[in-house]
């Protein structure tokens, strides 16, 4: 049996599911178990798949719109740089795992196409009582969903949807864990 933890990257104070990952890791190495489990930050070395926020002088400019325009402009370029990355091929052979634990919807939503001849089980851990489309809106743009355009909501929900719908095994964390 071989597992993949998929993460983008591994932290050791930051808190949420990078620093969840990094103790798994810490754990499946005092436990000899490096043979079984991988992660995926391990296996890839040049390209990153990090989603990034707008820098510089594109950022300045979103500040100065008005929220309506700011929150919906960057919902936009978010799933446009989602579906980019849906038709990536994966840098890692997924036929090698009987198991593939996603720590977050967006993250295999990402994969959608890689997962399409997966033979094994994906595991999703959603790390969150919120559903990833209403953390993005309440917690990281701070606004309300009904500034949101119902198309673009509908797409952020979809996200969710086909994600959870995805997923063999669901593995939701306790209050404090």
Known sequence: MKVLVWIEKL?????????????????????????????YPDLIKSESTKISNEKGFLKSLLDLLPDFLRVNISVFRYLILLKSFNNKKSLVDFEEYDFIHFHSTVDIYRNLNNLKVFKGSVILT??????????????????????????????????????FSRADILIFPCEGA
Not at 21 to 32: C, M, P, T
Not at 131 to 149: A, G, T, W
Request: net charge neutral; proline share 7%; aromatic share 8%.
């Open 11 to 39: 932290l050791e104070r930051s808190g949420g599911p990078p620093t969840y990952v990094f103790n798994l890791k810490k754990s499946i190495i005092s436990n000899d178990q490096e043979d079984i489990v991988h992660f």
């Open 126 to 163: 959603p790390h969150s009582p919120k559903v990833f489309h209403l953390e993005i809106i309440e917690d990281i743009l701070k606004v309300e969903k009904k500034i949101i355009l119902p198309w673009l909501y509908g797409k952020l929900v979809r996200i969710d949807a086909l994600a």
